[in-house]
């Protein structure tokens, strides 16, 4: 087995005539300065929410609850699972800047549901280092978020833990399905 990602071939590839993605993210940060203008706005976020989600890029965070620039902190990683470092970034984010809120958001299709720890151990045999990180992977994510939320409230770290909620994204029909923590 190879973890590594495959990179298309063709018209989808990263390297298009010597001309990377992140290539074009930069020319596309170019165009965003030169009409750039400064919000006037600190790291606080307005709506004193942190969101925990998967980085599944079918999630488009914002638009689906409605948020702006500057309205909420965003932790992304695969799964959206709380690991020690998303409870040091909400730590920070409650501490330091304000935040109040916590939610947690997991999605239908989710890839962490398709893999298994057994990945870790493959990684391991095929770069000669064991990763220092478990893989979280899950089968239901219903039970995942319940662990999640249970992971937040028991955080000795969080000063707020009285409106921790979460749900599932439906990647199909865009609608959030909240899961009972009990």
């Not at 990377?20 to 300065?33: I, S, W």
């Not at 600190?42 to 620039?69: F, S, T």
């Not at 501490?95 to 057994?118: F, K, N, P, Y």
């Not at 151990?121 to 478990?134: C, F, I, N, T």
Request: hydrophobic content about 40%; glycine content about 6%; some cysteine.
């Amino acid at each position: 087995m190879t973890t590594s990602a495959s990179v298309p071939a063709g018209p989808e590839s990263a390297i298009v005539a010597d001309h990377t993605v992140t290539d074009r993210l930069v020319e596309a940060n170019e165009r965003y300065a030169a009409a750039f203008t400064d919000p006037g706005m600190d790291a606080r976020p307005v709506q004193r929410v942190a969101v925990v989600a998967c980085m599944d890029a079918r999630l488009d965070l914002h638009a689906a609850l409605g948020l702006k620039l500057g309205d909420c902190h965003t932790i992304r990683n695969a799964g959206g699972v709380v690991t020690d470092d998303v409870i040091r970034s909400l730590t920070i984010s409650q501490r330091a800047l304000g935040t109040r809120s916590v939610a947690l958001i997991h999605h239908t299709g989710c890839g962490m549901e398709t893999i298994t720890e057994d990945f870790r151990h493959d990684l391991e045999l095929e770069v000669g280092q064991r990763p220092a990180w478990a893989v979280e992977a899950f089968r239901d994510a219903d039970q995942d978020v319940r662990q999640s939320i249970e992971r937040v409230r028991t955080s000795p770290f969080l000063l707020h833990t009285e409106d921790v909620r979460g749900f599932v994204f439906d990647v199909k029909t865009g609608l959030l399905r909240e899961v009972d923590p009990a």
